[in-house]
């Protein structure tokens, strides 16, 4: 079934609060309600944060599936951008 554009290039920006952090994965929940919990693929983000810290994520859903690690990892990463106060990047 083919996935439809607009699922495709839709982007959306969420913040996020790193609940845990590893080498292999971080865990994040928005902050938004309702909560969501994600578990992303820690290679696939710009920088290893340590618990407690405030991202903000733009993304497309495909985007969001790659850093779960559902995606193929050559995913164009056209709207994907990362900012916290530390770090700021559009990975592509």
């Given at each position: 079934?083919p ?23 971080t ?31 733009t ?34």
């Amino acid at each position: 079934m083919p996935v439809s554009r607009s699922r495709q290039t839709a982007p959306r920006t969420v913040q996020v609060r790193v609940l845990r952090s590893t080498q292999s994965h971080t865990t994040v929940s928005t902050l938004e309600i309702p909560q969501k919990h994600w578990t992303l693929v820690t290679s696939r983000l710009p920088a290893l944060w340590p618990a407690g810290t405030e991202v903000t994520i733009t993304f497309t859903p495909m985007e969001l599936e790659y850093l779960q690690g559902k995606g193929a990892g050559a995913l164009a990463l056209s709207h994907l951008d990362i900012q916290n106060g530390l770090t700021s990047a559009s990975i592509q």
